[in-house]
């Protein structure tokens, strides 16, 4: 997986659903449907934590899995595609964002 640390999208709507979430991309007018696992791997795509540290939180938070640092891999380069996240090598010493 790329190095750096990864930052989502600016201005993502995200909205809990029954089954998941519908998260609304309006600079691309694209609605995309993500499980449970996915959003919290999204949530945690802040610029202050590394693919690392987000495998590490996962590790801890699901039921062991035989690879969770390539679930974690697959989820990022997935978003990565479809730009709901990119990757700021610098992201960790500047400012993070955060909503309102």
């Known amino acids: 997986m790329t190095t750096g640390f990864p930052v989502k999208a ?3 709507e995200i909205h809990p659903e029954v089954d998941g979430y519908v998260i609304y991309q309006a600079a691309r007018d694209k609605v995309h449907f993500l499980n449970h696992t ?44 479809e730009d709901l996240v990119r990757f ?3 992201a960790a010493s500047a400012p993070v964002e955060t909503a309102p």
């Open 10 to 12: 600016a201005g993502l």
């Open 38 to 81: 996915a959003v919290f791997v999204l949530e945690l795509c802040d610029g202050a934590l590394s693919v690392a540290d987000i495998q590490a939180i996962f590790r801890e938070t699901f039921p062991p899995s035989e690879n969770p640092e390539q679930a974690v891999d697959e989820v990022l380069a997935q978003f990565v595609a």
């Open 88 to 90: 700021d090598p610098s």
